[in-house]
């Protein structure tokens, strides 16, 4: 389904998400890399939560095991979500899933995490208006119609 901004973003999908998934891989168009939360809880309070851009990886495999090295001792993840978001950084810094993660994260691991969001919110931002840049300007990736004059 589309609105007027693109496809229209599914709450009921995005509440399921945030109920069900114990890991969250957001892929972007303007980067290869991946923001991953990771919303499974440690009961022991060992290890903390993980917010951060990452490289993609081959397949969902690849990812458990990285998230075993980097979270060990907690259980593997029963699911993990992949999924573009079809969006602006913006867009996704005021979406309810963002939102909904960090209130995840906080009522079940008792960790505030909005700084570690914020600086990848920021992070994807600044990639996000390179891209741009290079779009207009016809930089690499990118083939502008139009040449300078004079």
Same mark, same amino acid.
């Given at each position: 389904?589309?609105?007027?901004?693109?496809?229209?973003? %599914?709450?009921?999908?995005?509440?399921?998400?945030?109920?069900?998934? %114990?890991? &969250?891989?957001?892929?972007?168009?303007?980067?290869? %890399? =991946?923001? &991953?939360?990771?919303?499974?809880?440690?009961?022991?309070?060992?290890?903390?939560?993980?917010?951060?851009?990452?490289?993609?990886?081959?397949?969902?495999?690849?990812?458990?095991?990285?998230?075993?090295?980097?979270?060990? #001792?907690? =259980?593997?993840?029963?699911?993990?979500?992949?999924?573009?978001?079809?969006?602006?950084?913006?867009?996704?810094?005021?979406?309810?899933?963002?939102?909904?993660?960090?209130?995840?994260?906080?009522?079940?691991?008792?960790?505030?995490?909005?700084?570690?969001?914020? @600086?990848?919110?920021?992070? &994807?931002?600044?990639?996000? =208006?390179? %891209?741009?840049?290079?779009?207009?300007? #016809?930089? @690499?990736?990118?083939?502008?119609?139009?040449?300078? &004059? #004079?």
């Amino acid at each position: 389904m589309f609105s007027e901004d693109g496809p229209a973003l %599914d709450q009921e999908a995005m509440d399921e998400a945030l109920r069900d998934a %114990d890991v &969250l891989v957001l892929g972007f168009d303007f980067t290869d %890399d =991946r923001l &991953l939360i990771d919303l499974r809880d440690d009961p022991r309070g060992h290890t903390p939560p993980i917010v951060e851009i990452v490289e993609p990886l081959a397949d969902a495999e690849e990812r458990q095991i990285w998230l075993s090295g980097r979270r060990p #001792g907690l =259980r593997p993840p029963d699911e993990l979500l992949f999924f573009v978001w079809p969006h602006s950084v913006n867009a996704l810094q005021n979406s309810p899933l963002i939102e909904g993660a960090a209130v995840r994260i906080e009522g079940e691991q008792r960790v505030n995490v909005r700084a570690l969001l914020g @600086e990848a919110m920021d992070e &994807l931002r600044s990639r996000e =208006r390179l %891209d741009l840049a290079a779009a207009v300007s #016809g930089g @690499e990736g990118f083939e502008t119609l139009w040449s300078r &004059l #004079g």
